[in-house]
Structure formats: C-alpha cells, structure tokens
C-alpha cells in the first residue's frame, strides 16, 4: 500500500473538521497526519482587502506570530502557517517515513475551495509564487517521492448550499464580515476542481478521479459513508474513526477558536443523529442577499451529488425485473424539457441527462396534473403514427384551453433533436408530455399560468415485449376493477388524453396486489370500457367449433365504444387492418359477460402493440387452453407488418450527423 495524500475539498460549513478528526483516528498500525487548510495564509495575503474580505486574525495569521492574549501552548500554530503547503507536505511524508510508515500511511489536507486557484493539480503541489518558496519545497517533495510510492486523492466534500449559506450569517457570521460575495464562499469552485482534477486523471498522470460524498451522508450515516470513503481512498477503515476527543487538535489552525466551536463540543459521530453533541435542530432562515449565491451554486451541487454512493444507492424499491433499467442505456439517457418560443423570447427547451432533468414545483403538471401525453413508438428509422399522435396532443390542449402553446414544428423539432442526441432509430419509446406550464404562484387558476406550456420528452430504449410492457406470445390476466370505474364525459371526458392518471393507478395497484398485468374496467353502468392502460377486443367465432382464419364470416371483431375510454391509435389501427383484412368489426357497448364467454381477447396500445389476454378474473378466455387465440395472432402479424411497409403512416426521422 502506498502513502496517500488525501486532499479535501470543500465550501466552508461543510463538516470538513470532523473529517480530519476522523481520520486521525484510524487505528490501521500507520498514522494519518492532517494538515488544516494549509492554503489559507497565502489566499488570505492576497485577498485581504478586496470584495469584503477579512479577518479579525489577519495580522497575526500573516505575521505568524500569536496574538497578545493568546496562550503560549498554541504559540506553534501561528508560526507553523508560514510554511507554504509543500513544505508541510514534504515534512508529513517525511515523518512518516521516519516511522517506517511507508505502507498504509496518510497525509490528509483539508481544503477549502476558494483556495483552489493556488493549487496546481496537473503537479498536485501549491503554485509557485514570485519571493514564495513553493517551488524550492516542491522540489524536496519529488526527491523524496522518488523513493517511496506515494498516490494523490482528491475528495470533493459537498453540502446542500442552502444548509451552507442559511448558517453563514450565524454566530460565525462576524468573523468573515458577514460577507455574501461569491469569491468568499466558493461553492461554485467544487464544480471546477472536479474538471481539473477529472481533466489530470484524463491525462494519463498519477492522478485518479475524484471521490465525491455528501456532507450530510457522513452526519445521518457515518459508518457505511466513511467506510465507502476509505474504500474509494484505498484506506484501511477502523471503528475507531467514529469517535474522537472533544476539544481542540494539535492539527487545528490558529484560526479554530473562531470557526469549530461545535466540533470542538463533539466527540464523534453519533450512529442515531449525526455529529455526537447535543444539540437541538435548527431552523434558519436564509437571507435574501445569499438568494443569487444559492442560485449559482445549486446547478454545481445537483451534478456533483450524482457522483455520491448515496445517490447510486437511492432506491429503496427493487422493479419486477429485478433491475432498475431493463435496457442500461437508459441509465444516461437524454430526455427534453422547456418552454415554447414567443415574440419576447425565443424556445427554453433544451436537453439533459434524466437525473438533471426538472421542471418548476410551480408547473401545472405538479401542480393539479393538468397535461396532456402521449407515447409514441420509433421503428426502423420511422416514428409511428406521429401525425396522429400530434393531433391528438394538441386537440387535447385545445380542449383544455391552453394557451400559449409550443407549435407542431417546435414539438417536431424537438423530438428529432432529443432522438438524435441519444442515437435512437429503432427499438424505442418516447413519453410526450404538454402541460399548461408554469406558474407565477400556486393556484389551480389557470390566470396565473404566464410562462408557456412545458414540453417534456422522455426517450427509453423500451422493447414492445419485456419488464415495462407485456409478453404478446403467452399472453396476460386481467383482474376487473372494484370501485374504480371509468367515468363517462359528464364526469370526465375521457377523449382528452390528460395526465389525470390516479382512475389508471388506482385499478393498477388491485391489478399488481391480484398478481395480474392490469385492471379491466368498467363504466358507470356497469359495460367495458378499457383496462387501466390498453383498449380491449374481443374476438367471437360463429361456431363452437373453431375458427378458420382465412374464412373471414367465421369470425366478428368488436370492441367497446369510446363513450367512457380513450379512442387509442392503436386501436383504430386495428380497425383500418380488420377492415382491409375484410373482418366484420362491431363498435358497441360491451357486457363483462360477452367478454369472459369470448373466444379471444386481446388489448391494444402505442407501448405493447396487441399483447393477447388469456384470463379474466381467472377465468380462462376460449376453448384453446389459455393461449393466443388465431385471429389474435393474424391481427398480431398485420400489425407489425404496417409498422415496417405502411410508410405512409409513419415519419421518417431526418440522418443524425
């Protein structure tokens, strides 16, 4: 095992202190020599005096001599802050080499980020400087190195920016000025020195690539967090990294009577409720000067908190399939959101990976499910019935009275260019979604919509048979639905392909409890209407006896009318093909009854084309021993062959450059 030098970068009031603390406490045989921002005197000699900053130590900090009242045992903090970080380095390595320390040991820096314009990470040493010994000690260091095998780490320390900044006016607040300016707080480096250390680790120098944790993953769960850590560092984890001695540190900085009272109080990480000292919590609140530095740091945060363990880790539910991405290129895919162009502004819309892709708690989707949606299928270079799909996107807008609304050609747009940043031309499924937009406060009134409809694409390479749609060869149950019903226009029109989706969840749920795909419903009197998410067929034969195929009276189609349900393309697709097949096809009303004395039955939709149904309320369907019925699987085939030769029902997508 190497000597590794850790180095810690954070934005203050990051809990960066109980980390050294921590790792001065790892019992492995090899010591670990923390090094308190060894950086700040020199960040401080230049920036003392510019955009507000300053400190009540500053001379003494640059004088490295020790205050009037300060007591003479702590004389040895002061002086040692003239040494530049390479010399410190330099003298660390070299005491544990001394030690005989060379396999196992640590140096860890703790960093603050705004000192990071100092630190060259190409070299992983402090910038030279004219008149500054940087250089000299730089030199030493490689000397040294030369005989030992000594590895750089960077750990990146991140905290929500709004628990950062609503603490900074605190008790702390007087020693920095209670200054606001970015230059000051320096969330917004993190971002920075992940590129840098990210771009050294590219290069094919000793550098690897950052270690990135969560400020508050160490507070809730301390163990599993640090153990991670020392995982990722190529450390020995101990228990004893858990608990540490109250008070101050040999290694704490001149500057620590001002900063660490609370670590100071602690005397470890408490396993229940974070850093072990009692306290109670707090509610602070967040001035509005500190508004525009949250917003800067935010976007920084969000990315870098995907690159923790915790964010890997953050699903608490196992899907059906036994994985969290059925295809896992969806785990990066691209997905579009934004807001229409108007004569004031041109289209927000832009693309970014899933994980980053938000839309305002104030957006009518959120706020009331008040969108419309539609999912559309890509096959072979071509979007499938996208003319209709469209159609139906924007007469559902219309019937809802949106108003300023993206434009077919902006839908279209966008569409191409989200297909083309993922690469997609066969084998996907795009969910289309158009709310009424933003709004400027929370209210069900549309009035306050002011902003545009919102435009979300969501791109997944999805098969039509797999964990997320059917198996259209075995076939799938139905369970009828209890008191959910589908609801007839006076009630809801369900025509309007709206995101008001808990008369499907609902149905859904009893259908998972039944151990069934979905839920046959029923309208209000009490005929079929559709399942939870899928139009329904039945097939009837005129004799008992079965059917021939090819005899085209020996059989009749029909399918609930669309007084209560969704009038699918699907659906209507399979009347054009029944109709050119020269298949009798009836549009009625429906009994329960008609369907569990079919002979065949079959759903449709846009997700798993026609996906054939074998049992109802476990009842088998036909006489052909719960399987897929004849007619079903010559509908099945006429189907997939419009979907590959009908071009005049698809869109071809333009060549991705």
């Given at each position: 095992?190497?000597?590794?030098?850790?180095?810690?970068?954070?934005?203050?009031?990051?809990?960066?202190?109980s980390?050294?603390?921590?790792?001065?406490?790892?019992?492995?045989?090899?010591?670990t020599?923390?090094?308190?921002?060894?950086?700040?005197?020199?960040?401080?000699?230049?920036?003392?005096?510019?955009?507000g900053?300053?400190?009540?130590?500053?001379?003494?900090?640059?004088?490295?001599?020790?205050?009037?009242?300060?007591?003479?045992?702590?004389?040895?903090?002061?002086?040692?802050?003239?040494?530049?970080?390479n010399q410190?380095?330099?003298?660390?390595v070299?005491?544990?080499v001394?030690?005989?320390?060379?396999?196992?040991?640590?140096?860890?820096?703790?960093?603050i980020?705004k000192?990071?314009?100092?630190?060259?990470?190409?070299?992983?040493?402090?910038?030279?400087?004219?008149?500054?010994?940087?250089?000299?000690?730089?030199?030493?260091?490689?000397?040294?190195?030369?005989?030992?095998?000594?590895?750089?780490?960077?750990?990146?320390?991140?905290?929500?920016?709004?628990?950062?900044?609503?603490?900074?006016?605190?008790?702390?607040?007087?020693?920095?000025?209670?200054?606001?300016?970015?230059?000051?707080?320096?969330?917004?480096k993190?971002?920075?020195?992940?590129?840098?250390?990210?771009?050294?680790?590219?290069?094919?120098?000793?550098?690897?690539?950052?270690v990135v944790?969560?400020?508050?993953?160490?507070?809730?769960?301390?163990?599993?967090?640090?153990?991670?850590l020392?995982?990722s560092?190529?450390?020995?984890?101990?228990?004893?990294?858990?608990?540490?001695?109250?008070g101050?540190?040999?290694?704490?900085?001149?500057?620590?009577?001002?900063?660490?009272?609370?670590?100071?109080?602690?005397?470890?990480?408490d396993?229940?409720?974070?850093?072990?000292?009692?306290?109670?919590?707090?509610?602070?609140?967040?001035?509005?000067?500190?508004?525009?530095?949250?917003?800067?740091?935010?976007?920084?945060?969000?990315?870098?908190?995907?690159?923790?363990?915790?964010?890997?880790?953050?699903?608490i539910?196992?899907?059906?399939?036994?994985?969290?991405?059925?295809?896992p290129?969806?785990?990066?895919?691209?997905?579009?959101?934004?807001?229409?162009s108007?004569?004031?502004?041109?289209?927000?819309?832009?693309?970014v990976?899933?994980?980053?892709?938000?839309?305002?708690?104030?957006?009518?989707?959120?706020?009331?499910?008040?969108?419309?949606?539609e999912?559309?299928?890509?096959?072979?270079?071509?979007?499938?019935?996208?003319?209709?799909?469209?159609?139906?996107?924007?007469?559902?807008?219309?019937?809802?009275?949106?108003?300023?609304?993206?434009?077919?050609?902006?839908?279209?747009?966008?569409?191409?260019?989200?297909?083309?940043?993922?690469?997609?031309?066969?084998g996907?499924?795009?969910?289309?979604?158009?709310?009424?937009?933003?709004?400027?406060?929370?209210s069900?009134?549309?009035?306050?919509?002011?902003?545009?409809?919102?435009?979300?694409?969501?791109?997944?390479?999805?098969?039509t048979?797999?964990?997320?749609t059917?198996?259209n060869?075995?076939?799938?149950?139905?369970?009828?639905?209890?008191?959910?019903?589908?609801?007839?226009?006076?009630?809801?029109?369900?025509?309007?392909?709206?995101n008001?989706?808990?008369?499907?969840?609902l149905p859904?749920?009893?259908?998972?409890?039944?151990?069934?795909?979905?839920?046959?419903?029923?309208?209000?009197?009490?005929?079929v209407?559709?399942?939870?998410?899928?139009?329904?067929?039945l097939?009837?034969?005129?004799?008992?006896?079965?059917?021939?195929?090819?005899?085209?009276?020996?059989?009749?189609?029909?399918t609930?009318?669309?007084?209560?349900?969704?009038?699918?393309?699907?659906?209507?697709?399979?009347?054009?093909?029944?109709?050119?097949?020269?298949?009798?096809?009836?549009?009625?009303?429906?009994?329960?009854?008609?369907?569990?004395?079919?002979?065949?039955?079959?759903?449709?939709?846009?997700?798993?084309?026609?996906?054939?149904?074998?049992?109802?309320?476990?009842?088998?369907?036909?006489?052909?021993?719960?399987?897929?019925?004849?007619?079903?699987?010559?509908?099945?085939?006429?189907?997939?062959?419009?979907?590959?030769?009908?071009?005049?029902?698809s869109?071809?997508?333009?060549?991705?450059?």
């Amino acid at each position: 095992m190497p000597i590794t030098i850790v180095h810690c970068w954070s934005a203050p009031r990051s809990r960066s202190t109980s980390i050294d603390r921590t790792l001065t406490r790892r019992h492995t045989g090899c010591d670990t020599i923390a090094l308190d921002e060894p950086l700040y005197r020199r960040w401080l000699q230049e920036k003392r005096g510019t955009n507000g900053i300053g400190r009540p130590y500053e001379e003494e900090l640059l004088g490295g001599e020790a205050p009037d009242d300060e007591d003479a045992a702590n004389a040895f903090r002061w002086e040692r802050e003239k040494k530049c970080l390479n010399q410190r380095v330099f003298e660390a390595v070299q005491t544990l080499v001394d030690r005989g320390e060379t396999e196992g040991g640590c140096v860890f820096l703790k960093q603050i980020t705004k000192f990071s314009y100092l630190f060259d990470f190409a070299t992983n040493f402090e910038r030279e400087s004219t008149g500054g010994d940087a250089g000299r000690w730089r030199r030493k260091c490689l000397e040294l190195f030369a005989d030992h095998d000594v590895v750089h780490r960077h750990v990146l320390l991140i905290r929500d920016p709004v628990a950062i900044l609503s603490s900074w006016t605190g008790k702390s607040g007087t020693v920095h000025n209670n200054n606001t300016h970015p230059d000051e707080i320096g969330i917004t480096k993190l971002m920075e020195i992940y590129s840098e250390v990210l771009g050294a680790s590219m290069s094919g120098s000793d550098t690897h690539e950052p270690v990135v944790i969560d400020s508050d993953d160490l507070a809730w769960d301390p163990r599993s967090t640090l153990e991670g850590l020392c995982d990722s560092l190529g450390l020995g984890y101990t228990e004893s990294m858990l608990k540490w001695e109250p008070g101050p540190h040999d290694c704490d900085g001149p500057w620590a009577k001002w900063w660490y009272s609370d670590v100071w109080e602690s005397d470890g990480w408490d396993l229940d409720n974070g850093i072990g000292h009692s306290r109670t919590q707090k509610y602070r609140t967040v001035p509005p000067s500190l508004v525009s530095c949250i917003r800067m740091s935010t976007p920084a945060y969000d990315f870098l908190s995907t690159l923790t363990a915790s964010y890997r880790k953050r699903a608490i539910a196992t899907p059906p399939s036994g994985r969290l991405y059925e295809d896992p290129r969806n785990e990066n895919v691209l997905v579009f959101v934004g807001t229409p162009s108007a004569t004031s502004r041109r289209c927000t819309g832009r693309i970014v990976p899933r994980d980053m892709a938000a839309i305002s708690p104030f957006d009518s989707s959120v706020q009331g499910g008040d969108a419309t949606w539609e999912g559309i299928r890509v096959y072979h270079g071509r979007i499938f019935h996208l003319t209709e799909h469209l159609d139906r996107l924007f007469r559902s807008a219309r019937a809802l009275g949106f108003e300023n609304t993206h434009s077919r050609e902006e839908v279209k747009d966008a569409i191409f260019r989200v297909l083309a940043a993922n690469g997609m031309r066969d084998g996907a499924h795009m969910r289309l979604t158009l709310t009424r937009g933003q709004k400027c406060t929370s209210s069900m009134n549309p009035l306050f919509n002011c902003y545009g409809t919102t435009l979300i694409i969501l791109p997944e390479w999805k098969p039509t048979e797999g964990a997320t749609t059917y198996d259209n060869t075995a076939g799938i149950s139905l369970v009828t639905a209890g008191a959910a019903r589908r609801s007839m226009p006076g009630v809801i029109d369900n025509k309007i392909h709206h995101n008001n989706m808990l008369q499907n969840i609902l149905p859904k749920i009893q259908a998972n409890n039944a151990g069934c795909a979905d839920s046959l419903m029923l309208d209000d009197e009490g005929f079929v209407a559709e399942t939870n998410a899928t139009n329904l067929f039945l097939v009837r034969y005129t004799s008992m006896d079965g059917v021939d195929t090819d005899d085209r009276t020996s059989y009749v189609l029909v399918t609930p009318s669309a007084d209560a349900c969704l009038p699918g393309i699907t659906r209507a697709t399979v009347l054009i093909l029944a109709d050119e097949l020269g298949i009798k096809a009836e549009v009625r009303r429906v009994s329960l009854s008609e369907f569990y004395s079919a002979d065949e039955v079959f759903t449709t939709g846009t997700m798993g084309e026609l996906t054939p149904v074998v049992k109802i309320d476990g009842r088998p369907i036909g006489w052909t021993g719960s399987k897929r019925g004849a007619v079903t699987s010559l509908l099945q085939s006429a189907y997939k062959d419009a979907v590959a030769n009908r071009l005049d029902w698809s869109t071809e997508i333009p060549a991705f450059s």
